[in-house]
C-alpha cells in the first residue's frame, strides 16, 4: 500500500473527534466510560453481597458508610497532594488501589460467605481510592480543552460517562439476578484496571516549580479562603452535605430492599438507575447547546427533582412509575452538574483548584457515612416509608435555603477569554482559570 494511500485512508479517522477533543481528553473520556461500565453494577453488588450473606439493613448501611467514611477522611489531603503532584500519576494509583479492592472484594463473596468486617474493610479502601482520585480527575478533563469549548466538552464527557452507566446499572442488576453479585464486582476490578492503564498513557506536561516554604497545611488553608470568601460556593458545599447523604442513603440502602420487598428483585432496581443514567445523557443533550444566563439559579432549581426518586421509594411507585422520576432526577442534576462546572471554571484559579475541589468534595460527602449508618436505626423508629418521606423532605428544604443566598440567584455566566495561545496538553499554566467538574451525584465520576 502507498505512503500516499495509508495517509488518506487515516485522515476520515483522525476527523471523527471535534478539533478541540485531542489525545487527553479522548483518553481521559474512554477511561471514565469503563470505569463507569463497573462502578454503577459494583454499587448495587455490593448491597446484594451484605443481603446475601444474611446481612439486614444497619449491615447494608454500615457497608456503605464504610465506602464514604475514607472520603471524609482523606479528600482534603488528596485534593493538596494533587496539587503538587502530577495529578495523572494520582488517578493511577488511586484506580489500581481500587481494583485490588474490588478483586479480593469479588474473591471472597465467589468462594464463600464473607464477613461483615471484611466487606467494610475492602469497600473502605476503595473509598480510599476515590479520595485521592476524585481531586486529581476534577484538575484533568477540561484543561485539555479551550474556555470556549468548556461547556461542550464537559457535557460530551458526561454523556458518553453516564451512557455507561446506563448499560453498566443495567448489565449489573442482570447479572446479579443471572449469577451473583461476586462476578459483578470481579468486572469491576477489571474495569478499573483497564482505566487505570488507559490514564498512564496521558501526555502530561511537568508541573511549575512552587515556591519553596508552603507545607501542605498552608495548602489547605489557602485552598479554604477560596471557599469562605465565597458564599455561593460554601452554600452550595453545605446544601450539597444534606442531598448526598439523603439520597445516598435512599439509594445504597433503601432502594435495594423496597426492590426486593415490594418491585421483584434487583433486576427492576437495576433498570431504574439505568434510567437515571438515561436522565443524565437528556441533560447533557440540553447543555451541549444551552447556555444560560444566570448559572446557579437555574442550576439550583434543578436540585428539587432529586427529592422525586425518594418519594417514589415511599409509596412505592411501580417500576415505570419509579423508572420515570428517576429519568426526571438524572435529566436535572445534570443541568445542575454542567452550570456548577462552569461557575468553577470562571471563578477559581486553576493552581488552587484540586484543593476547593477536595472541600467541594468533602462538603458533600462528609454527612453520608453517617446517614447510612443510621439508615438502618431510622427503618426501626420510623418505618422505611416515612424515612424516605423524610429523606424527600430534606432535600427541599436544603435546596429551598440556598436560594437565599444572593450571590446563588446572581451569579451570571461571563464570555470566555480570546484565546492567545494554544491549550495545554493536560496541566495547564498556574495563571490560567481550571474549570471544575459537577458536584457529584451518588455515583460519581
Request: hydrophobic share 50%; net charge positive.
Amino acid at each position: 500500500m502507498s505512503p500516499s494511500r495509508t495517509a488518506s485512508s487515516r485522515t476520515p479517522a483522525r476527523r471523527r473527534r471535534p478539533e478541540w477533543a485531542g489525545r487527553n481528553y479522548a483518553l481521559l473520556t474512554s477511561a471514565a466510560v469503563v470505569t463507569n461500565l463497573g462502578s454503577h453494577g459494583a454499587l448495587i453488588a455490593a448491597a446484594y453481597a451484605v443481603i446475601e450473606a444474611g446481612g439486614s439493613t444497619g449491615d447494608v448501611g454500615l457497608v456503605a458508610a464504610a465506602r464514604t467514611l475514607p472520603l471524609v477522611l482523606f479528600l482534603l489531603i488528596g485534593g493538596a497532594i494533587a496539587d503538587r503532584l502530577p495529578r495523572h500519576r494520582v488517578m493511577v494509583a488511586a484506580n489500581a488501589l481500587n481494583g485490588v479492592s474490588q478483586a479480593v472484594f469479588a474473591f471472597l463473596v465467589l468462594t464463600g460467605e464473607p464477613r461483615l468486617w471484611q466487606m467494610m474493610l475492602l469497600t473502605a479502601l476503595c473509598g480510599t481510592g476515590t479520595a485521592f482520585f476524585n481531586p486529581a480527575a476534577e484538575g484533568m478533563l477540561l484543561s485539555t480543552v479551550s474556555g470556549e469549548h468548556a461547556n461542550r466538552a464537559f457535557a460530551l464527557f458526561r454523556m458518553a460517562m453516564n451512557g455507561a452507566g446506563i448499560g453498566g446499572a443495567a448489565l449489573g442488576g442482570a447479572m446479579i439476578a443471572a449469577l451473583g453479585p461476586g462476578w459483578v464486582l470481579a468486572v469491576d476490578a477489571v474495569a478499573f484496571a483497564i482505566a487505570g492503564a488507559l490514564r498512564a498513557f496521558l501526555d502530561v506536561a511537568p508541573k511549575p516549580d512552587r515556591a519553596p516554604g508552603g507545607g501542605m497545611l498552608a495548602d489547605l488553608r489557602e485552598g479554604w479562603v477560596e471557599v469562605r470568601t465565597r458564599p455561593w460556593l460554601w452554600s452550595i458545599v453545605l446544601q450539597f452535605s444534606v442531598v448526598v447523604a439523603v439520597v445516598g442513603a435512599a439509594e445504597a440502602v433503601y432502594g435495594p430492599l423496597v426492590a426486593r420487598d415490594r418491585l421483584g428483585g434487583p433486576a427492576p432496581w437495576g433498570l431504574a438507575l439505568a434510567l437515571f443514567g438515561v436522565g443524565t445523557i437528556a441533560g447533557a443533550v440540553l447543555m451541549m447547546t444551552w447556555k444560560p444566563r444566570r448559572l446557579l439559579l437555574t442550576g439550583t432549581l434543578c436540585v428539587f427533582p432529586l427529592a422525586l426518586p425518594s418519594a417514589g421509594l415511599a409509596v412505592p411507585l411501580p417500576v415505570w412509575g419509579l423508572c420515570a422520576v428517576m429519568f426526571v432526577s438524572g435529566a436535572a442534576i445534570e443541568v445542575f452538574g454542567v452550570n456548577w462546572m462552569t461557575s468553577l471554571h470562571q471563578e477559581i484559579p486553576e493552581e488552587k483548584f484540586s484543593r476547593v475541589s477536595a472541600y467541594d468534595w468533602f462538603g458533600s460527602v462528609s454527612m453520608v457515612p453517617l446517614a447510612t449508618a443510621l439508615a438502618g436505626p431510622a427503618e426501626s423508629a420510623f418505618g422505611r416509608t416515612q424515612a424516605l418521606w423524610g429523606c424527600a423532605t430534606l432535600v427541599v428544604l436544603a435546596t429551598a435555603l440556598v436560594l437565599l443566598i444572593p450571590d446563588v440567584r446572581r451569579l451570571t455566566r461571563r464570555p470566555a477569554p480570546p484565546i492567545t495561545s494554544p491549550p495545554p496538553s493536560a496541566e495547564p499554566s498556574p495563571s490560567a482559570n481550571d474549570p471544575a467538574a459537577a458536584n457529584s451525584s451518588p455515583a460519581g465520576v
